[in-house]
Structure formats: C-alpha cells, structure tokens
C-alpha cells in the first residue's frame, strides 16, 4: 500500500494502526501534532 500526501487538507485527526494487524484498535493523535512529530523524524532530529 502507499502513501497519501494531505498537504493542505484539513483533519482534526489522525488515526494510527498496525499494517500487520489493520482490523486491531487505533491510535488517534491531534492533527498538528502528527504532523510536527513526522516533520521532526523527517528532520532526522530525533536520536536513539
């Protein structure tokens, strides 16, 4: 499956789930939020 770019749409939220298990639960984080945490991993600022 790929990606989708949403770059300039509006969603409150995002829902996070397992590719492996995709009928399992999801995690749901603020929009913004998701957004800044897949910039920064983008980024490459984030160490082990």
Same mark, same amino acid.
Do not use: N
């Given at each position: 499956? *790929?990606?989708?770019?949403?770059? *300039?749409? =509006?969603?409150a /939220?995002? /829902?996070? +789930?397992?590719? @492996?298990? &995709?009928? $399992? &639960? =999801?995690?749901?984080?603020p929009? *913004? *939020?998701? =957004?800044?945490?897949?910039?920064?991993? @983008? +980024? $490459?600022?984030?160490? /082990?």
């Amino acid at each position: 499956m *790929g990606s989708a770019d949403l770059t *300039g749409t =509006a969603y409150a /939220a995002v /829902a996070v +789930r397992d590719a @492996k298990a &995709p009928q $399992g &639960p =999801a995690m749901v984080f603020p929009a *913004g *939020g998701w =957004a800044s945490s897949v910039s920064t991993v @983008k +980024r $490459g600022e984030l160490s /082990a």
